[in-house]
């Protein structure tokens, strides 16, 4: 029984933080980086104090320490990185090497104008600007220092919707392609001390003086102790709220139904940010992932599979239905964006593919693996079926199905019919027209798919110096945020945009070190 199934029968226990770093495959470097950086001396006054060690702060760190800023970062985790232990690392940037070599014209300003395309011009302007206008010199650094693309990147978009010029690109081994250049970059720096790195360790406050203006942390490691630091500049970097589920409902307005997501992605920036003035903004940009098989009921559960939805990697053979029994989208449309949004609409974010037995066997497979399951088989499908797994529903009769599946059964029956027919002469209501058999021959089948989302979309409030405001607009002196804590709210808008949540947090970590931050050395 491969791991698809063991997931499946018994249902798993949602996984700790503790054991998601021992079995991530987090690297060696990762955890030794921050072992060897951890200074023993009384210092607590610091050019810059970065608050997460992941995508955004790791290159704010490395670019400050290049023009002689003493750097501290504090990490929650047992080792740097975070998220690109999940992430599959997709990038997307304009005017690059890469493309240059490749003869492809390119340009920031075209790169902008997708995402506000693709957003339908939700996506905060100027958040987008610097994040497009800088991200080719940014992946440009990258490769320059030995990152590799994937062969016959870059693409125009697989995941999401195509960009009009191929600037989306990613390593063979994802995240990890990325950190490991980050790792490599930041080494010397701590092998010079000029950055000193404390793991296991959290902020619980920020220190503020009678003004307001931001000038330390405080924090509490893993053993109890409690440590104050001080510095004129203390960037947030720590992600945002996706494995916090209160505060995902209390930002976005959704149900967080799949724990899918980093551990540590428990929202202390935005704890940290508005308890020092500062406010969230975007959550009701909320929009899910389309087409997770969760392991069971206990909202948030484990993802153990997925369908392979999109049509221009596997045509359409089922037909997706509502619990009103009813079809939502016409389901050979190229577009994940309308996908995501019809599932959105949905109630609980949830719908059930739909077919028969012929389906099944003539069908590419419907059901793929996840992160870590590995590929799952037809038999493998078969046997959840079979064995009546959650999420899993089977019966000889569509009545059966409909009650198995908790679907209305009347609305349901006619939909079958509807479809059969459409199938029949061609002509569908919704306008699809790959339709290649009927759903007419017993046992039927259906899963449950549900919502997921690895990211959030709410996030702190910034400028365009990415210092974090207040709601009259006015500055906290003193506190900087990037990455994901400025919510994928910022960077997509109500859509989501390949690349563009970790170019950006590269980008603007990068951006910090390198030029906004004023040190006084």
């Known amino acids: 029984m491969n791991k698809f199934l063991r997931l499946l029968n018994p249902i798993s226990k949602k996984i700790t933080k503790r054991k998601f770093l021992a079995t991530a495959g987090v690297s060696a470097a990762a955890v030794s980086l921050g072992a060897c950086a951890e200074n023993k001396s009384s210092n607590n006054k610091w050019d810059l104090i970065v608050v997460g060690g992941g995508n955004s702060g790791l290159p704010a ?21 975070g998220t690109l232990f999940l992430s599959s690392g997709q990038m997307a940037a304009a005017g690059t090497k890469l493309q240059k070599n490749k003869g492809i014209e390119d340009s920031p300003q075209s790169h902008y104008d997708d995402i506000m395309r693709i ?27 030995g990152f590799k693309v994937k062969e ?42 000029m950055v000193t790195i404390k793991l296991n360790t959290e902020v619980t406050k920020l220190i503020q003086k009678i003004n307001k203006d931001v000038e330390g942390i405080e924090t509490i490691d893993i053993d109890g102790k409690e440590q104050s630091f001080y510095s004129d500049n203390v960037v947030l970097t720590c992600g945002g709220y996706a494995s916090n589920s209160e505060m995902f409902l209390e ?50 559960a484990p993802m153990v599979a997925t369908a392979r939805h999109f049509p221009l990697d596997r045509p359409p053979w089922e037909i997706l239905v509502d619990v009103d029994g009813k079809r939502f989208l016409q389901e050979d449309v190229p577009s994940h964006d309308v996908y995501e949004h019809a599932l959105r609409d949905c109630p609980e974010e949830s ?20 992160f870590g399951t590995g590929k799952i088989t037809k038999e493998d499908t078969k046997e959840a079926f079979d064995q009546g797994y959650p999420k899993y529903f089977k019966s000889d009769t569509l009545e059966g199905l409909a009650e198995a599946a908790g679907i209305n059964k009347g609305n349901f029956i006619s939909t079958v019919s509807e479809y059969n027919l459409a199938q029949k002469t061609g002509k569908d209501k919704l306008g699809r027209t790959y339709m290649p058999l009927p759903i007419a021959e017993g046992p039927f089948y259906a899963v449950k798919l549900q919502s997921w989302c690895l990211t959030t979309y709410g996030g702190l409030a910034v400028n365009k110096d990415l210092q974090v405001i207040r709601q009259d607009g006015t500055v906290i002196k003193g506190l900087y945020a990037a990455g994901e804590l400025l919510g994928t709210g910022a960077f997509c808008g109500r859509s989501l945009c390949g690349g563009m949540l970790v170019t950006p947090a590269l980008t603007f ?13």
Request: glycine residues 12%.
């Open 61 to 81: 760190a490395i670019f400050a320490a290049e023009r002689g800023a003493k750097v501290l970062i504090i990490e929650a985790a047992s080792a740097i990185g």
């Open 119 to 145: 957003s339908k011009g939700t996506a905060d302007k100027d958040i987008v600007k610097l994040a497009t206008f800088n991200a080719g010199e940014t992946f440009d650094w990258l490769t320059d220092n």
């Open 152 to 193: 016959g990147h870059p693409v125009t978009g697989t995941t999401h919707e195509p960009y009009s010029n191929a600037r989306y690109a990613w390593g063979p081994k994802g995240g990890m392609s990325i950190l490991k250049v980050l790792e490599e970059q930041i080494k010397p720096h701590i092998d010079s001390k």
């Open 251 to 300: 930002i976005e307005g959704a149900l967080d139904y799949s724990d899918v997501s980093y551990p540590y992605s428990q929202g202390a920036g935005i704890t940290l940010g508005t308890e020092a003035g500062g406010y969230v903004r975007y959550g009701e940009h909320h929009l899910p992932i389309f087409g997770a098989i969760l392991a069971n009921d206990d909202y948030p």
């Open 351 to 370: 719908c059930w593919a739909v077919f028969d037995q012929k389906i099944f066997d003539e069908a590419p497979p419907l059901i793929s693996g996840t």
């Open 509 to 521: 970590g990068k951006l910090l070190g390198q030029k906004i931050l004023q040190f006084s050395i």
